[in-house]
């Protein structure tokens, strides 16, 4: 289902009316984890104003440390609908366990599979079953074909849906977080009729790299990017070092809007 030789246009994804895909590039912004609600809100507020078209925050985070925070849980996806209520934005947030599809399904707009979860099968089929669609993060060391069979165990459960996203894999090299692999967005065009789009920010891991990828990844003819936005990133409880503020944000949405316009 995922495969392009059967499939030979590009898929649209609507997200609440956003669409990616096709020819349609949408920005999603917005913290690694839901706070607060002045948070949430404020930041959900200022990305929108620069053009961002969907709000991203973390409820259920899969931390490396058992003692780093956790994230708000269900109270979390409360905060991102109040957030939405306020600005509109559809809103994007990571499924952690089978258990809370029924959760995502009444709350979340684009339900994320994380880069950990890439293979978690029994929670691809559980998404599966969703009337939501669904980003599908990039395993932190998977090839683009165990990336795309991945995609269709959502699409054989009956949710055809599906956005990838790249975000950077483990490589030989330690000063970034991840290597973020632009190979990706053409290879993956070529295989599937499926949306990517691309995550600068935990692919850099630190602010100042995410401009330049962000606009790589828009010039090489990504669908979209996920950009992680802080409006205190120095007091952020999850990835400050690799979170925008709103200004800077505002600038990326500038530059990213003109090149959008010089590639057409
Ligand atoms: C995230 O989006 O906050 C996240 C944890 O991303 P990834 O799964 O790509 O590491
Ligand atoms: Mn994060």
């Known amino acids: 289902k995922a495969n392009r030789k059967f499939h030979p246009e590009d898929s649209v ?3 609440q009316g956003v669409k990616i895909g096709g020819g349609h590039f949408a920005v999603i912004a917005g913290p690694c984890s839901v706070e607060s ?24 985070k899969p931390r490396t440390s058992p003692y780093s925070f956790q994230g708000m849980g269900e109270s979390g996806l409360d905060l991102l609908l109040e957030a939405k209520a306020a600005t509109g934005l559809p809103i994007v947030s990571e499924i952690m366990a089978p258990r809370y599809a029924e959760l995502f399904e009444e709350k979340v707009d684009l339900v994320q599979i994380g880069a950990r979860n890439m293979q978690n099968f029994d929670l691809l089929k559980e998404v599966g ?27 054989a459960a009956g949710n055809e849906n599906v956005i990838l996203c790249e975000r950077g894999v483990r490589t030989f090299e330690t ?3 991840n290597t973020l692999d ?9 295989m599937s009729h499926l949306p990517i789009i691309v995550d ?23 669908d979209g990017l996920i950009v992680e936005v802080h409006n205190d990133p120095a007091h952020a409880k999850c990835d400050g070092q690799q979170s925008l503020t709103p200004e800077k944000f505002d600038t990326l949405m500038k530059k990213v809007e003109s090149l959008r316009a010089w590639r057409e």
């Not at 980003?135 to 795309?148: D, Q, S, V």
């Not at 632009?182 to 070529?190: D, G, H, K, N």
């Open 200 to 222: 600068p920010s935990h692919a850099a891991g630190m602010y100042w790299m995410v401009e330049p990828l962000a606009l790589a990844a828009t010039a090489i003819g990504a």
């Open 37 to 60: 609600a002045e948070q949430v809100t404020s930041i959900a507020r200022d990305v929108k104003a620069s053009g961002a078209a969907m709000l991203r925050g973390g409820a259920f």
């Open 129 to 155: 079953k969703l009337s939501k669609p669904v980003l599908l993060k990039r395993g932190l060391a998977n090839t683009y074909e165990e990336w795309i069979m991945s995609a269709e165990y959502i699409m």
């Open 13 to 15: 994804v609507d997200v």
């Open 182 to 190: 632009l190979s990706a967005i053409p290879a993956i065009r070529q």
């Open 175 to 177: 000063y970034t977080r």
